[in-house]
């Protein structure tokens, strides 16, 4: 069980950067349409979704889920206030707009996560979390 949790966090992890780090530099992976559309992303935004504040709560899944593989405690909290902090600012940052791959990335990091905070919380695996090597 700690295996299958590792991996999914590490596949986690690595979507996660994907969509922030990587995508971003792949313009020809969209095409001409998405690439236009793309620039309406945030219309009716309540607060600024360019603000370096937020990126920095973009920021927060990298150190938690890496704490979370070597199961420290204060990670699955720090990666559960993201996750609920994501979820409600959805409210507030207008339209989302996002090509095929991006979709594919987010969808994949969605479902990991999922996975990542049930196993941390409400499993027999939640118990390894504090203690200090993981059985």
């Known amino acids: 069980m700690v295996s299958i949790f590792r991996t ?13 780090f990587l995508l971003p530099h792949m313009p020809w992976l969209f095409s001409a349409d998405a690439r236009e559309l793309s620039m309406y992303s945030g219309h009716g935004a309540l607060i600024n979704v360019h603000h370096v504040a937020l990126y920095g709560l973009y920021l927060l899944p990298y150190p938690s889920l890496i704490a979370m593989y070597f199961f420290r405690n204060w990670g699955r909290y720090v990666f559960a206030v993201f996750i609920g902090a994501v979820g409600l600012s959805t409210f507030f940052f207008g339209t989302s707009v996002s090509g095929p791959p991006e979709t594919f990335v ?18 027999p ?11």
């Open 106 to 123: 987010s969808f994949v990091a969605c479902l990991c996560d999922g996975a990542v905070l049930a196993l941390a919380f409400g499993s």
């Open 8 to 20: 999914i966090v590490a596949i986690s992890l690595i979507a996660h950067a994907t969509g922030l």
């Open 125 to 135: 695996l939640a118990s390894q979390f504090g203690k200090s090597t993981p059985a």
